[in-house]
Nanobody, 120 residues
Framework: QVQLVESGGGLVQYGGSTQLSCTFP????????MSWYRQRLGKGAEERELVVVFRRRGDVGYGAIARGRFTISTDSAKNTLTLQMNNLTPEDTTVYYC???????????WGQGTQVVVAS
């Protein structure tokens, strides 16, 4: 079973920072468009908000919720995507999901979700 393994997050103070990591052991990141989404409590999966999409180095799209505060990076050797989240507020409290969408194959994978809680 193909898996995305997420880590990071947890409890953060208002205005603080944290990192989320997504590791994709099965395939090279270069074969996939990688993204982070978040899902509000009480909302369905179809209502997930885009945080950032990483198409390739130099081609990154940040959602409005992330622009200016969050930064994405990759480590190809470790097949890992890292989201650096700064200046966090309680509005950022929710579950974050990593997604991999195949460039050349019709395939999509989601991580199990990792929670971020920002204390007010």
């Amino acid at each position: 079973q193909v898996q995305l393994v997420e880590s990071g997050g947890g409890l953060v103070q208002y205005g603080g920072s944290t990192q989320l990591s997504c590791t994709f052991p099965a395939y090279p990141l270069s074969k996939y468009v990688m993204s982070w989404y978040r899902q509000r409590l009480g909302k369905g999966a179809e209502e997930r908000e885009l945080v950032v999409v990483f198409r390739r180095r130099g081609d990154v799209g940040y959602g409005a919720i992330a622009r200016g505060r969050f930064t994405i990076s990759t480590d190809s050797a470790k097949n890992t995507l890292t989201l650096q989240m700064n200046n966090l507020t309680p509005e950022d409290t929710t579950v974050y999901y990593c997604r991999a969408r195949g460039r050349y194959v019709s395939a999509e994978y989601w991580g199990q979700g990792t929670q971020v809680v920002v204390a007010s």
